[in-house]
Structure formats: structure tokens, C-alpha cells
């Protein structure tokens, strides 16, 4: 059982590259979640799904996008990037509201440095 | 605006004896905290959870300790293994609200 895949596991872009990190899961979970962690602080919520077709935005949502055409897969495109995206970043899903007592099951992450 | 905060960034004990990591929180909204392990180049797994009606769960050598008034949470880990070696992260959300907030971890080394 897979769980929550992410790809790819590091990548470095330069200033102005775009790109998307890409996130599925195979446990039929509805909630979908893209947290970033930087150095010294907590994972933040950059957006999160509730189903296919909905999108919602987090505490840092600017300069990301998603989108949910299936339940299965939850890419998250950078535009532009900015060295302030150098991040490691974390899909999650859960099978109800995250924040309604469901613990959430992460990927193992993304490292991104932008140079 | 950091809603969740564990002060300290590491904790060294020895196997066998108790690890203790603390979280503190400022949102009074907060209803529901969870802590969740971490190894290298892994994403964070869950560990245990509690609700605010309550003021101590425990699973196995886990218990988390919930003090409202304070607003301050506990994870103790009684005995300490060397495999409990990780980072540990707390967090914290409200009722019907996706944005579950964390800490920013503990990593906890456990000297055999």
C-alpha cells in the first residue's frame, strides 16, 4: 500500500523557473493538503481540497496553484519561482475534514531549492 | 504569527528513562492537538492525539498530557528507545477549520 507518493523527492530551479510537484494517494481519502516546512518552523498550509473540483487556500497560498481533477492527484504548480520557495514541501491527505479529528498521512516530501 | 510553538528544539535522554517534549499554544479556539514523528527523509507519521475534552490519553508508552488553562500540551514517552529517535512535531486545530497548525519540532535522541 502506497499511501501518499510524492515526486520529485529534491529538485533545484533557478529564479523564474516553473514547475509542479506532483502528489497522489490510493487510500480514496477526500482531503487533500499542501503544507511547506522552512528551517526552525512549523509545516504551514499553503492550499487544501475537499474533494475533486475544490480548492481552497491555506495560510501561504501566493505564488502556488492547484487543481483536483480526481480524488487520486493533487499537483501543486509553482510560477516564478522565488529563492522564498526554497522549501521542503509535504502533501498530506486525510479521509474527512483534517481538522475534525483526523489525523492526516504525509508523503515523504519534496526538497526545492531555488537558486 | 506562530499559533503553535515548542520551544525546544532538541532533547537528548537515555535509554529507558522518560522523554518529556512540550508544546504551548495561543489560540484558545484549539480543540483538538495531535503529535506526529518524523525520521529523515521521511514525512511526518501520526502518534497520538487529543481531544480538549479531555486532559491525558495514552497508547502504549505514549501519553499526552493537556493542560487548557496553561495552554500547554505534553508528550511523554515512558521507557525512552533508541527507535524513538525522530523528530517530533506538535499540532493543533479547530473544529470544521483545514488549517491544522504545527510547531515548529523537538528532535528527541534516545542514547542507548
Known amino acids: 500500500n502506497a499511501g501518499v507518493t510524492q515526486t520529485p523527492k529534491f529538485r533545484i530551479l533557478k529564479i523564474g523557473q516553473s514547475m509542479t510537484l506532483q502528489c497522489t494517494q490510493d487510500?480514496?481519502?477526500?482531503?487533500m493538503y499542501w503544507y511547506r516546512q522552512d528551517p526552525g518552523m512549523g509545516l504551514k498550509l499553503i492550499y487544501y481540497?475537499?474533494?475533486?473540483?475544490?480548492?481552497d487556500k491555506g495560510e501561504v497560498p501566493n505564488g502556488y496553484n492547484v487543481s483536483r481533477s480526481t480524488t487520486e492527484d493533487f499537483p501543486l504548480r509553482l510560477e516564478l519561482a522565488a529563492p522564498s520557495q526554497t522549501s521542503v514541501y509535504f502533501c498530506?491527505?486525510?479521509?474527512?475534514?483534517?481538522?475534525?479529528?483526523?489525523?492526516?498521512?504525509f508523503g515523504s516530501g519534496t526538497q526545492l531549492s531555488v537558486l | 504569527d506562530q499559533q503553535v510553538k515548542q520551544n525546544s528544539p532538541s532533547l537528548s535522554v537515555q535509554e529507558g528513562r522518560i522523554s518529556i517534549l512540550n508544546c504551548d499554544y495561543t489560540?484558545?479556539?484549539?480543540?483538538?492537538f495531535l503529535w506526529y514523528k518524523k525520521y529523515p527523509a521521511e514525512g511526518p507519521t501520526f502518534l497520538i492525539s487529543?481531544?480538549?475534552?479531555?486532559d491525558k490519553n495514552e497508547d502504549g508508552r505514549f501519553t499526552v498530557f493537556l493542560n487548557k488553562s496553561a495552554k500547554h500540551l505534553s508528550l511523554h514517552i515512558v521507557p525512552s528507545q533508541p527507535g524513538d529517535s525522530a523528530v517530533y512535531f506538535c499540532?493543533?486545530?479547530?473544529?470544521?477549520?483545514?488549517?491544522?497548525?504545527f510547531g515548529a519540532g523537538t528532535r528527541l535522541t534516545v542514547k542507548p
Open positions: 499540532a493543533a486545530s479547530r473544529y470544521n477549520n483545514n488549517d491544522m497548525r
Open positions: 498530506a491527505s486525510s479521509y474527512t475534514q483534517g481538522a475534525t479529528n483526523e489525523k492526516l498521512f
Open positions: 487529543i481531544s480538549s475534552i479531555k
Open positions: 481540497s475537499v474533494g475533486a473540483g475544490i480548492t
Open positions: 487510500m480514496n481519502h477526500n482531503y
Open positions: 489560540n484558545s479556539m484549539f480543540d483538538y
